[in-house]
């Protein structure tokens, strides 16, 4: 009687541990993401021009499922962009308006779900984080308007990622633009963890996991700024 006790006791600590391990348990995750990148500066030759108009504005166009990570992106991309001593514009109508009139990023979210469980609960999108130094929007634009994909999947995001990096690329030497550099990022089933006893907002969390790789590209790019 006493040996059952005693496990039975000991069985409730190691539950009751588990259990306050989940409830603290906070990070984000990802089931697949990846990244291509490309960047180079052509010498000045004839027939070469320069773009963006205005290296030192990027426009941002967010494209998220709800008003909170949509905010919660904003505010994390402004701070990313202002800390490269960069102008952030936000775009409201059309970014091709500002086709290589500036730096472009552009973050696509087509995804989101919510799992809410007993000790914790899991925030989480799929989509592309799109940057191009010389402002290639009409690429972007053009690509996704043209997709025929009934239901978005890991496979299909990688497959956008790649091709928005090719398509971008070969627009930018079919008209012959001395600063071609493109990087896009993917991410599916990116999910933000809050246990209950941590608490934290997983739209922050995720923004900031996204902006993060933004912080890298442009890092990226200083090196090859004329």
């Known amino acids: 009687m006493g040996r059952l006790l005693f496990l039975g006791l000991s069985f409730v600590i190691i539950l009751s541990l588990?259990?306050?391990?989940?409830?603290?348990?906070?990070?984000?995750?990802?089931d697949l993401s990846g990244e291509h990148r490309y960047s180079f500066v052509i010498p000045n030759v004839p027939g070469g021009r320069s773009a963006p108009?205005?290296?030192?504005?990027?426009?941002?166009?967010?494209?998220?499922?709800?008003?909170?990570l949509k905010?919660?992106?904003?505010?994390?991309?402004?701070?990313?962009t202002r800390?490269?001593?960069?102008?952030?514009?936000?775009?409201?109508?059309?970014?091709?308006?500002?086709?290589l009139r500036?730096?472009?990023?552009?973050?696509?979210?087509?995804?989101?779900?919510?799992?809410?469980?007993?000790?914790?609960?899991?925030?989480?999108?799929?989509?592309?984080?799109?940057?191009?130094?010389?402002?290639?929007?009409?690429t972007f634009v053009e690509l996704t308007l043209s997709r025929n994909?009934?239901?978005?999947?890991?496979?299909?995001l990688e497959k956008l990622a790649l091709?928005?990096?090719?398509?971008?690329?070969?627009?930018?030497k079919e008209e012959h633009i001395l600063n071609q550099s493109v990087s896009v990022a993917y991410w599916w089933n990116l999910k933000a963890r809050v246990g209950r006893l941590r608490g934290g907002s997983p739209h922050e969390m995720i923004a900031k996991e996204i902006a993060s790789r933004l912080d890298q590209f442009l890092k990226s790019d200083e090196s090859y700024e004329p």
Do not use: C
Not at 18 to 30: I, K, M, Q, T
Not at 103 to 117: E, M
């Open 18 to 30: 588990v259990a306050l391990e989940l409830a603290s348990e906070s990070g984000v995750f990802s």
């Open 53 to 68: 108009e205005d290296p030192q504005t990027l426009y941002i166009s967010i494209m998220a499922p709800n008003v909170r």
């Open 71 to 80: 905010e919660a992106i904003k505010n994390s991309l402004d701070n990313v």
């Open 83 to 99: 800390s490269h001593g960069l102008r952030p514009v936000h775009v409201n109508g059309s970014i091709t308006d500002y086709d």
């Open 102 to 138: 500036g730096r472009i990023v552009i973050v696509y979210l087509p995804v989101d779900f919510w799992r809410d469980g007993f000790f914790s609960g899991e925030y989480g999108v799929s989509g592309i984080l799109y940057y191009s130094y010389p402002g290639d929007a009409k």
């Open 149 to 156: 994909v009934p239901e978005e999947t890991g496979e299909t």
């Open 163 to 172: 091709e928005l990096s090719s398509s971008s690329l070969r627009r930018l």
